[in-house]
């Protein structure tokens, strides 16, 4: 077991200067995380400011490209995706020691690209099915509760995430599905289309939740649609950002990550209503990749692609960025941000 020993010392040395209470909580104790999808997949840790700490082996096999939520935590659990290998890396965060450490390998019944977590299951999406694992405080069960084949199940799925009592998933092939869960949160039955699609759809890529709304990017028409109750309700355009990749939902804020245009957009997110409040607040060298915010952080992982680089943002109250600091990596997957109050469990 691999554990990385993150003293509040050292953590206070990585950051920088703190301007309020709530800052300081955050640059002492918040923590990035992302994989380099290598052959010898690691888990990449870096601080609040973007300094790299340390790399935990996964144990398995990189090598997902093209899709979101291949790292994501909740709860004290971080999954990460080994596509290579079929395998779901498991560490725990112990707030009391300071550690990050790897706790399971579990065995996904296709390549994995995409997890999810709820209160009880962790959810593994991989190129021809998503599959549920129930957990409780021993751990997660190596044996899927249930599974389900995707519609397409092509090799194109893209993310999974949690609406209610369903599963949301996107596949680049322009599918966006649902898939139900029973009374203890497990997969039942078969993948169905959601309805009202648009016409012009076009590459369905990443997607956030919250409650039963599910905003999910259609990149390749420049758009990104809310999904509740089984249908599409509302579709808004990227105006002047190209193909709306990944996105992330803080309060009510909603950032995109465009990949040809290299740059990160923000929305008003509210009832049915998707604004472009911002068309750009970020911007990079490379395509962005996958995108986190939680705990007034944000995290973009972007590929130029010679090069990943991780850039970690102070999101202030009007969801403006601030960039605290940037870090070279290999082909890095995924990205999440352990919060202090994630640490503090």
Same mark, same amino acid.
């Given at each position: ?78 999954? #990460?995706? !080994?596509?290579?290998?079929? &395998? /779901? ?6 707030? =009391?020691?300071?550690?990050? *450490? +790897? ?123 809310? #999904?509740? !109750?089984?249908?599409?309700? &509302? /579709? ?6 190209? =193909?709306?990749?990944?996105? *992330? +939902? ?96």
């Amino acid at each position: 077991m691999k554990k990385i020993l993150l003293g509040l010392g050292t953590m206070v040395a990585t950051c920088g200067a703190m301007t309020s209470a709530q800052s300081a909580e955050i640059n002492q104790h918040s923590l990035v995380v992302t994989a380099s999808n290598a052959t010898r997949n690691q888990l990449l840790v870096f601080s609040s400011t973007g300094s790299f700490l340390r790399a935990i082996p996964t144990q398995g096999q990189g090598g997902v490209g093209g899709n979101a939520g291949g790292v994501t935590y909740r709860d004290g659990r971080l999954a #990460v995706v !080994n596509f290579g290998s079929g &395998t /779901v890396s498991v560490f725990a965060a112990d707030a =009391a020691r300071g550690s990050i *450490a +790897l706790s399971q390998i579990i065995p996904a019944g296709s390549s994995p690209v995409s997890v999810a977590f709820s209160d009880d299951h962790l959810y593994i999406l991989g190129t021809t099915q998503v599959e549920s694992h129930a957990f409780d405080q021993t751990g997660i069960s190596e044996s899927a509760d249930g599974v389900a084949a995707l519609v397409r199940a092509d090799g194109s799925a893209a993310q999974v995430g949690v609406i209610g009592t369903q599963l949301i998933i996107s596949e680049k092939n322009n599918i966006i599905e649902t898939v139900n869960l029973d009374a203890h949160g497990a997969v039942t039955g078969a993948a169905a289309t959601v309805g009202n699609i648009p016409a012009n759809v076009n590459a369905p890529f990443g997607l956030a939740t919250r409650g039963n709304n599910a905003y999910v990017t259609i990149a390749h028409a420049d758009e990104i649609s809310l #999904v509740r !109750n089984q249908e599409v309700l &509302t /579709v808004t355009p990227s105006v002047t950002q190209h =193909a709306p990749c990944w996105v *992330a +939902l803080d309060g009510p804020f909603l950032f995109s990550a465009n990949s040809p245009s290299k740059s990160v957009s923000r929305y008003a997110v509210y009832g049915e209503k998707i604004v472009q409040d911002a068309p750009v607040i970020a911007e990079f060298t490379g395509s962005p990749t996958d995108i986190a915010v939680r705990g007034g952080l944000a995290a973009v992982i972007d590929n130029n692609g010679t090069a990943s680089h991780v850039s970690v943002f102070k999101v202030d109250e009007d969801g403006n960025f601030t960039l605290r600091g940037v870090a070279s990596t290999t082909s890095a997957n995924g990205v999440a941000i352990i919060s202090p109050q994630d640490l503090d469990q």
